[in-house]
């Protein structure tokens, strides 16, 4: 079974553009989670889908934003692009009938110029 | 709010020695514990995890053991290998049953010389 798949894996834009990264869970699970993943922050999560509705959200600027799919595939997207989103942004899958576990992919590394 | 506290390294070992990663939380309630590994250029991969107190999670010769009366999950392994050089996160679940959103400590970097 493929593992979480996470397009694209590199990415550079510049302050104030906007971007949107994919991410595809591993097939049969249905909540997504973002975390964004930065040297002087570590990990932080960004928010959670499930059945195309976003269930959890942490502390994040408007800037941020998700979306889930019917096929359980998610996007992020990050408006207004400032030189502190560079991140590794790291998506998670799990599976609803084992839900205590979170199945990572690699992440998109995203730098902001 | 949840937290989870962990030694930072980096930490420096010889092949064969014993491994030692101290994490202690902060959370109301129950919650599930993690230990993730991260690979130099790669995501996590679930390492370990326990999910009431007294368990003993393991996986790859790596240990801990969940202690609710000192709120601790420390990592150990009895023989490092140079392969096991990598960052150590260690992470909770939400209390309350949600194990959607993790928690997680700063990271440890373990790096193993042969």
């Known amino acids: 079974k493929a593992g979480v798949t996470q397009t694209p894996r590199y990415l550079i834009k510049t302050r104030g553009q906007q971007v949107t990264l994919s991410c595809s869970p591993i097939?049969?699970?249905?909540?997504v989670s973002w975390y964004q993943q930065t040297p002087g922050q570590g990990l932080q999560f960004l928010f959670e889908?499930?059945?195309?509705?976003?269930?959890n959200k942490g502390n994040f600027p408007g800037r941020f934003s998700g979306r889930q799919f019917s096929n359980s595939r998610s996007e992020m997207n990050v408006s207004t692009l400032e030189l502190g989103d560079s991140a590794l942004y790291l998506c998670a899958s799990t599976n609803s009938r084992n839900t205590d576990t979170q199945y990572f992919g690699p992440g998109t590394r995203l730098t902001v110029l | 709010g949840n937290s989870v506290t962990q030694m930072e390294g980096p930490v420096t070992l010889s092949e064969e020695a014993f491994l030692t990663i101290n994490c202690t939380y902060t959370?109301?309630?129950?919650?599930?514990l993690f230990w993730y590994v991260q690979y130099p250029g790669e995501g996590l991969q679930l390492l370990l995890k326990a999910t009431k107190a007294d368990d003993k999670g393991s996986n790859k010769g790596f240990e801990a053991t969940y202690r609710k009366e000192t709120t601790s999950f420390h990592l150990e392994k009895g023989s490092v290998q140079v392969s096991d050089s990598a960052v150590y996160f260690c992470?909770?679940?939400?209390?309350?049953?949600?194990?959607?959103?993790?928690?997680f400590g700063k990271g440890t970097l373990l790096t193993v010389n042969p």
């Open positions: 097939s049969g699970h249905r909540s």
């Open positions: 992470a909770l679940s939400e209390v309350g049953g949600s194990n959607y959103k993790l928690t």
């Open positions: 889908y499930f059945s195309e509705t976003q269930r």
């Open positions: 959370a109301t309630g129950y919650p599930s």
